[in-house]
Every structure is written in structure tokens, then in C-alpha cells.
């Protein structure tokens, strides 16, 4: 069974943020782990690009919504691929085979008998793409709003199709209780089910007053209302409406779909009780991870504190950038981006308790063993001790990432990497140079030993930096899976010269400094 693994498709109406970088990021360091476990991983993204929001925006930009998805389409996919991100598949909403997949599950639906014609009438947010309850909403200086997004919404009446939502009120309550697993954190799942338990409407799922949508099937006046479109873009990944083929089956249900918390409802409980409508199993897992802020402030195009990642990068480097945004929110929370706390943890984590251990151990054995890979013997017990930590490190850190605790996850590998430190310290192998070179031998074998254990683990984050680490290890390209983690590197290998992996931040120095 293939490990299929989806992030939220953004809307191209704008150029990508740092919140979109996040979800990749950590999507991304999913399907790497599951893929160095030993796992096929199919891992798509993508692009949602129907509906209002894109309809208005080309409209102001005097330009086609087909040239506006375009454009920043190739924006999406362009950060992706700056990020390093190894997805299988960017799927466009606009791509053929999801028009067929979005009219093949409407038409299940409506075969259920779950779709019926009527009329709307009530408050719609276009920022939100969401249909907002009057409770829902509050009056801000004169102006409606969504209470929970703080968007406008516009009074919207129209005929509309609606999906008999309020049918399945008990279903959904029964899969949250029988399946806890199916949303995370807790946190989100305790919500969904509140927002369940307290009754639900049916829900308006066409549009007459504009037509850059998916036609419905049968009635070409409508269009789909872009949040049925866009969820169902994770079965068109899996090759729906081709239930029976070998694809659907290996691949759906999906075994896990990364979003934002803001679209939890969306995930959780819309789309559940339409696959279940169509007769389609629902996904295994829906996570929801937290907002990213800057230096705990809304991002907002207006306030002029939006992030852009591309500028992270430069300053930081990619690996680092990767590594802080995992490592410093725990995964599912809100979090906040500062430089300080970037620097921070690229000197410390970084160059000190990582880099540096490399760094120096490779270098003694450059310098005192000809660059001969040490062999593990005459072990004593701290040696053993701090082996096994590393050793024991997979089924611990493999429990933490099927749960999507990234932090968790970077959190026990750093354990023992602060435990080698602590380790050499106490050594002292610099000493032994001249007074035991056998067991100044032994010290660097376990530290090396460590060293590539825990590279190997992290690879998912840091895939640049780890690679070229193992490369000074002298381990094979074809030597770095999971599988691998039991077997060391022969004694008496050559090493490379080593060259440092993860320098302390400098600070660029100003032109007229
Ligand atoms: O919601 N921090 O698209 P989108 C962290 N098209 N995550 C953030 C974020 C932030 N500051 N801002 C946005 C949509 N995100 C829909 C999804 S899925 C079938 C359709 C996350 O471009 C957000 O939570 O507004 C979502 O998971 C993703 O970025 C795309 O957001």
C-alpha cells in the first residue's frame, strides 16, 4: 500500500507566504520519512483556482482568472520546488482529469439522492470562500464580518443546489468517536465535534452569479461551489472516478491530508459527508497544523509584515529555515517566525550541537588516523550507553512522525545528539591522543557512529545539509534508508576532508559599515 500524503491546494490569487512554505515543509518532511521507511509515498499539492476570490481578483487585475491562476500557479510550484519539497504530483484545479473527478462525485451524490435545488440566501465571505450562519457574523465599523476570520461577507441570495449535510450529523459524530485518529491534534478534532453536535445545516454547494467554477452536471447554469471542486482534488490524485482500477485502490483512503487549522471544518466535516454520500471511503487522517506569525503578529499584506520566504532563505539558508520552522513550533500550535529565534537555533542546535561534533570528530580523524574510519571495539559501558540511545532512536522518532509530532520528533534526536556531546566532553579524546590512541580511537568511532545514526533520521529535514554529512561519514549514496541504520561504516574507510556543514550565522556587514 502506497503512503498517500496531500497538502492543502492554495489559492493562486496571490503569490505564496511563509504559511504556505510551512505546510510544505513539513508535508514534505513527512513523505521523506515515510519514503526512508521503506514506504511508496505518493505526495501531491497543488492549486486551487476556481471560485470568487480568483474570479474577483482577475477582474482587478483586468485579467482572465485562467491567466491569473497561470501566473501564480508557477508561483506555487516554483516555492515548492525552491524548498526542496519531493512531491509526486502539483495538481491544478483547472487540470482535466479534476473537472471529470469533481462531475463524477456530484453525480454520486446526487444519485444518493443528497443534492437538491432551492434557494440561498444569506452571508457569504470571498475571502473565506465560506457561507456564514447570521451568529456567525458581527458588525465592525458599520461593517459585516465573520466573527471567527474577521473577513467581510456580502449578503448573497441566489439559486443554489444544497447537499443534505444535516444527513449526516450522527455519521460524522460516530467517526470521531470511533476513529479519534482521523483529526489531529485533539485539539481540532474536540472542535469539529462541538461544531457537529450542535446541528447542521444543509449546505449550498452551487453558484449562479459568476461561472469560473466546474459545471454541474446536468444544469450548465450552475457552477460547483468551489470548496466541493477543490477537496475533491485528493481523489482525481488517486485517479478517480476510476474506482476499481489498481491506482484507486492503492491509493485511497488517503492516509493523510496536511492543512491549516483554518480549514479544519472543511476537512473534517464537509468532506467526510461527502465521500460518504459517494460511497467512498473517508481519508485515514486529517491534520491540522497551527498558524505562523511574525514575531507573534497576524501577517497581513496591509500591516506590511507579510514574510516572504524566499528572503528567509537567503538570509538563513534553506535547511536552517526547515529545521527552525519544525523544530521550534510544535506542530499543530500557532507559532512565531523571529530572526533572533532563527539565529538562535542555527548556532545552537545547528553549529554547536551538531555541526561542530561532526566537524571536530572528523577532523581528529583526519588529523591523528589518516582520515581511516575508527572501528567500534573494546567498547565500555558509556560507550554502549550512548549507542543504544542512537540505536533505540527510530521506533521512538517513527511513533512521534506518524502522529505528525515534528517537534517531538527533532526534540529526541537532539536528546542524543546533546547526550554525544556531553560524551566527548567527558572523554576528552583530544587527550588521548598521547595517552591511549586506542581508546582516543574507540571515542571517535562512537561518535561518528552517532553522528551518521542521527543524520540518517533527520535526513526528512535537512536534506542538503545530512547528505553532505554522510558523504564526510563515507557513506554510500545507496547506504542512507532506514534499512541502514544498523549497519556502520567499515572500519578503515577513507574519509573525505571534512569541511564545516553548519556555520554560526554571520551577520552581513552593511555597505557603509
Ligand atoms: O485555504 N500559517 O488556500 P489558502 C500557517 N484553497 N499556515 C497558513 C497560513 C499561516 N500564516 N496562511 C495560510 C485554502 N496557511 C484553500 C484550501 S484544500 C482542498 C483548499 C495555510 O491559500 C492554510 O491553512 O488560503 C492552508 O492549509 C494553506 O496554507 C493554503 O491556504
Excluded: C
Excluded at 126 to 147: C, M, N, P
Amino acid at each position: 500500500m502506497t503512503f498517500y500524503i496531500t497538502t492543502a491546494i492554495a489559492y493562486p490569487n496571490g503569490t505564496p507566504h511563509i504559511g504556505h512554505a510551512y505546510e510544505y515543509i513539513a508535508a514534505d518532511t513527512l513523505a521523506r520519512f515515510h519514503r526512508l521507511d521503506g514506504e511508496d509515498v505518493y505526495f501531491m499539492t497543488g492549486t486551487d483556482e476556481h471560485g470568487l476570490k480568483m474570479q474577483q481578483t482577475a477582474e482587478k487585475e483586468g485579467i482572465a482568472p485562467r491567466e491569473l491562476a497561470d501566473r501564480n500557479a508557477a508561483a506555487f510550484q516554483q516555492l515548492q520546488d525552491f524548498l526542496g519539497s519531493s512531491y509526486d504530483r502539483f495538481i491544478r484545479t483547472t487540470d482535466d482529469d479534476h473537472k471529470v473527478a469533481s462531475q463524477a462525485i456530484w453525480t454520486r451524490m446526487q444519485d444518493a439522492g443528497d443534492i437538491y435545488l432551492d434557494a440561498y440566501s444569506g452571508w457569504y465571505s470571498v475571502r473565506d470562500e465560506a457561507f456564514y450562519q447570521e451568529d456567525e457574523t458581527e458588525l465592525v465599523d458599520g461593517e459585516r464580518r465573520s466573527i471567527t476570520t474577521g473577513t467581510p461577507v456580502t449578503w448573497t441570495e441566489e439559486e443554489s443546489y444544497f447537499f443534505r449535510l444535516s444527513a449526516y450529523q450522527d455519521r460524522l459524530l460516530d467517526l470521531y468517536r470511533e476513529h479519534p485518529e482521523f483529526v489531529g491534534p485533539d485539539v481540532r478534532r474536540n472542535e469539529v465535534a462541538s461544531f457537529v453536535a450542535s446541528g447542521l445545516k444543509d449546505l449550498s454547494i452551487s453558484r449562479t452569479t459568476f461561472d469560473w467554477g466546474i459545471p454541474v452536471p446536468g444544469d450548465e447554469r450552475h457552477v460547483m461551489y468551489v470548496w466541493v471542486d477543490a477537496l475533491t482534488n485528493y481523489l482525481t490524485g488517486a485517479g478517480f472516478p476510476d474506482v476499481d482500477s489498481e491506482r484507486f485502490r492503492d491509493l485511497w483512503p488517503a492516509d493523510v491530508h496536511i492543512i491549516g487549522k483554518d480549514i479544519s471544518r472543511f476537512h473534517a466535516v464537509y468532506w467526510p459527508a461527502f465521500l460518504m454520500s459517494a460511497g467512498i471511503e473517508v481519508p485515514k487522517r486529517v491534520h491540522a497544523h497551527g498558524f505562523l506569525f511574525n514575531k507573534g503578529e497576524k501577517m497581513s499584506k496591509s500591516v506590511g509584515n507579510v514574510v516572504d520566504p524566499y528572503d528567509l532563505v537567503e538570509s538563513f539558508g534553506l535547511d536552517t529555515l526547515r529545521y527552525f520552522v519544525l523544530r521550534e513550533i510544535s506542530y499543530g500550535q500557532d507559532g512565531s517566525y523571529s530572526a533572533d529565534g532563527i539565529i538562535t537555533r542555527k548556532n545552537t542546535d545547528l553549529a554547536n550541537e551538531y555541526g561542530n561534533l561532526a566537524q571536530r570528530s572528523l577532523s581528529m580523524v583526519g588529523k591523528n588516523l589518516d582520515g581511516s574510519m575508527p572501528a567500534l571495539t573494546d567498547l565500555t559501558a558509556e560507550d554502549e550507553e550512548l549507542l543504544a540511545a542512537a540505536r533505540g532512536l527510530l521506533p521512538v522518532v517513527r511513533e512521534h512522525v506518524h502522529l505528525q509530532n515534528l517537534h517531538l520528533y527533532l526534540g529526541e534526536a537532539w536528546k542524543v545528539l546533546s547526550a554525544a556531546n556531553r560524551y566527548i566532553s567527558a572523554q576528552e579524546p583530544w587527550k588521548l591522543k598521547k595517552t591511549d590512541p586506542e581508546r582516543m580511537s574507540a571515542v571517535l568511532a562512537v561518535v561518528l557512529e552517532v553522528v551518521r545514526i542521527v543524520s540518517l533520521l533527520v535526513q526528512p529535514v535537512m536534506p542538503e545539509s545530512t547528505g553532505r554529512i554522510l558523504d564526510m561519514l563515507g557513506v554510500p549514496a545507496d547506504a542512507r534508508t532506514f534499512a541502514d541504520l544498523d549497519a556502520p561504516v567499515p572500519a578503515g574507510t577513507q574519509l573525505p576532508a571534512p569541511s564545516p556543514v553548519f556555520p554560526k550565522h554571520v551577520e552581513p556587514v552593511a555597505e557603509d559599515a
